[in-house]
Nanobody, 121 residues
Framework: QVQLVESGGGLVQAGGSLRLSCAAS????????MGWYRQAPGKQRELVAV???????TFADAAKGRFTISRDNAQNTMYLQMNSLKPEDTDVYYC???????????????WGQGNQDTVST
């Protein structure tokens, strides 16, 4: 199976920065799109940013200009650098990856465990 393990993040003051990492491991033939999502209590999970295996990126409007997404394909790891953080960025952040476990398998989506990131005023 495939595991996504998140690290980084935590508590930071408004205006500060956090860097999240997501390492994929297990039976991986190919990692396609990887992304970061966030979810507040009682709300739907929403996109923060995604990155393709070719390095193309897409950002939610709230993340544009402040967040950077990147990945290291050799290490199966993705990163989210979050700068100029605001209290409204406080959420549980999840990483996601579209994975093929073999040449013949369909693409399946996997999720990390989620980490709480809090931006204080």
């Amino acid at each position: 199976q495939v595991q996504l393990v998140e690290s980084g993040g935590g508590l930071v003051q408004a205006g500060g920065s956090l860097r999240l990492s997501c390492a994929a491991s297990g039976s991986i033939f190919s990692l396609n799109i990887m992304g970061w999502y966030r979810q507040a209590p009682g709300k739907q999970r929403e996109l923060v940013a995604v990155v393709t295996d070719g390095g193309d990126t897409t950002f939610a409007d709230a993340a544009k200009g402040r967040f950077t997404i990147s990945r290291d394909n050799a290490q199966n790891t993705m990163y989210l650098q979050m700068n100029s953080l605001k209290p409204e960025d406080t959420d549980v952040y999840y990483c996601s990856a579209l994975v093929k476990v073999s040449r013949w398998s369909p693409v399946s989506e996997y999720w990390g465990q989620g980490n709480q990131d809090t931006v204080s005023t």
